[in-house]
């Protein structure tokens, strides 16, 4: 972005100015630099740059006024985009919860068992679940934590804390995304929106009247919502992520505020939609967390969430190689 602006000269204590302006250079060798210069410099909104002998134009810039207005949009609107839809969504949780309260399996438990996730499902998607909730826990406190975290920890433990936090943060993205191909290969067929997704949305999934079950084949359209929010989102993280890694391929001051931005509204949206989706998959919805748990689901729950998914089981079409026995399996 330095390049796109015409110079302006500051030279042995003198200001040398070419009309439009927006920087101003230092002579690092003069005896001294007029400090008012300086000062109307960047109150007129110009970067101050030094003379420099290596061939990259950012090293030169000594202050930039760009960098300060970014400080505000860093602590000040990104706090509280984050802040928003993170207490935003906890709340639509609570009132959800309240409202509806657990969602029960209407025919209660058949004590039949059927296996819903493989061991290779199951391995990415808590690799993928392990490593996004590292992610999000450390990215949130370079967001969050000096203005919440600090001043409860105080400054050496949030240093130290701070520090571990970035090695884990920049660690723990490479098997996210690792898990996040493995999640697309594996589930892809399975997300594709479809006729009966329309049905499932018209109805809210029953979600908000007891007894009423929308037809629905492995995913119904709510949980396609989630794996391509999940999909999208974590392709966005991972290629702004990968930039901000790597910041000698990101050109300019403004592509890396670009990218932090970027990284930063994704994570935000992304984390709230995967707590409305911890909520379901744990205590908000009553036989579901066994999917992930041990992989084997209540035939009666299956029967009620993912009634076209049991036919084509049943039939004996989609059994996987793990299933013990041809259908389903009766529990201990
Ligand atoms: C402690 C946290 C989590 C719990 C308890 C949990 C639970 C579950 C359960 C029970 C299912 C299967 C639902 C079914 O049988 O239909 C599932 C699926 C899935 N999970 Fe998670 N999960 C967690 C964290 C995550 C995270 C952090 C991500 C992504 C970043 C994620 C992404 C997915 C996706 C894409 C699916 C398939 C689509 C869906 O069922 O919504 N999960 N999870």
Redesign the pocket.
């Known amino acids: 972005m330095t390049r796109l602006f015409p110079r302006l000269t500051l030279g042995l204590g003198t200001l040398a100015a070419s009309a439009p302006m927006a920087f101003a250079q230092v002579n690092p060798t003069a005896d001294s630099v007029r400090e008012d210069a300086l000062m109307q410099a960047l109150q007129s909104g110009q970067a101050v740059t030094g003379r420099i002998t290596i061939p990259d134009p950012n090293a030169a810039v000594l202050i930039d006024p760009g960098g300060r207005d970014w400080a505000i949009t860093h602590s000040g609107t990104l706090f509280w985009i984050t802040i928003v839809a993170i207490l935003g969504m906890l709340a639509l949780l609570v009132v959800f919860y309240l409202v509806r309260g657990r969602i029960r399996i209407d025919s209660g438990f058949s004590g039949r068992k059927i296996l819903?996730?493989t061991m290779l499902e199951r391995f990415a998607?808590w690799l993928?679940?392990?490593s996004?909730?590292i992610l999000?826990l450390t990215g949130l406190n370079l967001i969050l934590g000096r203005a919440l975290l600090l001043p409860l920890i105080g400054e050496g433990a949030f240093g130290t804390l701070s520090a571990w936090g970035k090695i884990a943060h920049n660690y723990l993205a490479w098997p996210f995304m690792l898990a996040l191909v493995m999640?697309f290969l594996l589930?892809v067929v399975h997300?594709i929106p479809g006729r009966l997704d329309w049905i499932w949305l018209k109805q809210a999934g029953g979600l908000f009247h007891k007894g009423v079950h929308p037809p629905a084949k492995?995913?119904?359209a709510?949980?396609?919502l989630?794996?391509w929010s999940?999909?999208i989102g974590?392709a966005l993280l991972s290629w702004s992520g990968i930039m901000l890694l790597f910041p000698g391929e990101v050109g300019s001051a403004g592509e890396w505020q670009f990218y932090q931005v970027m990284h930063a509204v994704v994570a935000a949206v992304?984390i709230a939609v995967?707590l409305a989706?911890?909520y379901?998959?744990?205590v908000g919805m009553e036989g579901?967390?066994?999917?992930?748990?041990n992989g084997e689901?209540d035939e009666n729950w299956a029967r009620e969430?993912?009634s076209l998914w049991v036919e084509e089981r049943m039939s004996g079409k989609t059994t996987p190689k793990e299933e013990r026995g041809p259908t389903a399996t009766p529990a201990e």
């Not at 579901?288 to 748990?293: K, P, Q, S, T, V």
């Open positions: 819903r996730f998607h993928l679940a392990f996004f909730i999000a999640v589930w997300n492995k995913f119904n709510g949980q396609k989630i794996f999940v999909i974590g992304m995967v989706h911890i379901i998959g744990s579901a967390f066994d999917a992930m748990g689901v969430h993912h």
